[in-house]
């Protein structure tokens, strides 16, 4: 039997509303992200599932984010997979309910919601953990752990552990899990002129969000910063309030910039990292071997979400291209270039460096950690 487009988004439609209608959200994202909802029976079949899981539960986990579900396709922050993980991982034992595309929040308003124990677990930027656990805004730090590998070295280092997370955990949060995207890039609007060496960014204004660090790298590497809310940002760029910004290509493509842009440049500078925490007093009241799954549940998750960064990046840039975006990678001398002119190296970052860790000392024992190869491979742009 054959059924054209209009007949399959109909009944996609009408299930999606069916099931989100009886209360069965999360059983409608689970259909809608395998490619289920125009089939009653798979519809009917998920929702089932969905609720005999949540019955045998002990324990609902409520998970956070501001993506839709489709989202992983070019930004790989895998909900279903994690959802799927924890469940599996604890025997049934936690069921996950998602709360996807900022249907109950994003950003900050996340993370408080996990502090303040409302849900117990979300998703959000590193740069929106800071103000909650400032040591985490050691990776804001250019060139510090801008690449996929250093990132990742870095957060599952032992030295991590013990010098970030007990900072992390006394503002009352447990990291699940950190997730790769990729690197920030440069970003020039439609008109502008390709960035290759920090000589080009000389007057150009610079979309920065509140970062202190973002700033400073920007004006060190020549730009005018000019911090604009992120929600106010895709009409800056198109009036020119702003030249350029730099999300990963991922998140370009995610936020409807492929149509703005002329020029990506991979600096890879600065990591569009996220985390997915949990409310500490949460995880430390469950049985422990319900603990150790949803920490196995985040491994495994981990693991995946590494393998699947150069197929989202894939896809994202090859959807930015077909707007007409042209991208450029840098040799190691020119990347040696915006090294030197805006690098963790230089002076003027010693101050974030003892603010942050609290001591030098502390400091170097994670730079060794973001340069020595952790068991995790991860591919780099």
Known sequence: MVHNNDELKSAERRNFLKLAGTGSFTAAMVAGGAGMLWSDAAVAQTAQEEREREKAADHVMTVGTAYVLGASRSYPIL???LKENIQNATNGKVYVKLAPGGQIGAGG??????????IQAAQHSLSNFAPFASAVDLINMPYFCGSNQRFTNLTQSDAWKKEVH???EAAGFKALFYVVIDPRVVAVRKGGNKVITPGDLDGVKFRVPGSKMLQQYYRMVGANPTPVAWGETPSAIKQGVADALDPSVGALYVFGFKDILSHVTFTQAVPDSQVYSMNL???NSLPSDVQEGIEFAGDITTQQNLAKVPAARAYAMSELAK???QFHSLSDSQLGEWKAAGGYQN?????????LAGSM???AKLEEAAGTMGRYYVHDA
Not at 109 to 118: C, Y
Not at 347 to 355: L, Q
Request: proline share 3%; glycine share 6%.
């Open 347 to 355: 002076s003027e970052w010693d101050e974030f460096k003892v603010e």
């Open 281 to 283: 007093e949460w995880f």
């Open 166 to 168: 007990p900072k992390v």
């Open 361 to 363: 000392d502390t400091f």
């Open 109 to 118: 308003e996340l993370v408080q919601k996990v502090q303040s124990g409302t």
């Open 79 to 81: 909900q279903l997979d």
């Open 323 to 325: 707007a007409g975006v």
